[in-house]
């Protein structure tokens, strides 16, 4: 039996050019805020393009160097959902609580 004929060398997850996608895409979403703030806009749309574009610039590191986006790396994807709901769920709730707790807080007056 020919041993060699039954062993399959692993695929590559992604290839040279998915990881040149990646990284120039990774690189434009990173000069872009830098631009963005160097420009001296300021103000809540400022604060939202940047948000925007880090989200946007996550989902390209899932998808072009994680590789999430993949039909075998579905259990991979549904762990990353639950994290990612579980930490917005603390920090969401950290922040309610603690705007709560300083709104309905006593102040104290310094006589």
């Known amino acids: 039996m020919n041993v060699s004929a039954t062993i ?5 997850r992604g290839g040279l050019q998915s990881y040149v996608t990646g990284a120039l ?8 805020p830098f631009a963005l703030v160097m420009s001296g806009a300021s103000g809540t749309n400022a604060v939202a393009g940047i948000f925007g ?5 996550i989902v390209v590191h899932m998808v072009f160097f994680l590789h999430l986006g993949r039909s ?4 991979n ?7 990612v709901l ?4 603390l920090v969401g709730g950290s922040y309610w609580v603690m705007y709560h707790l ?8 310094m006589e």
């Open 102 to 109: 300083d709104h309905n807080m006593m102040r104290m007056t």
């Open 25 to 32: 895409l990774a690189l434009a979403l990173t000069l872009a």
């Open 86 to 89: 579980i930490v917005g769920i």
């Open 53 to 57: 574009l880090a989200v946007i610039q």
């Open 72 to 75: 075998d790396q579905r259990w």
């Open 77 to 83: 994807l549904t762990a990353f959902v639950f994290t």
């Open 8 to 12: 399959r060398p692993a695929e590559p």
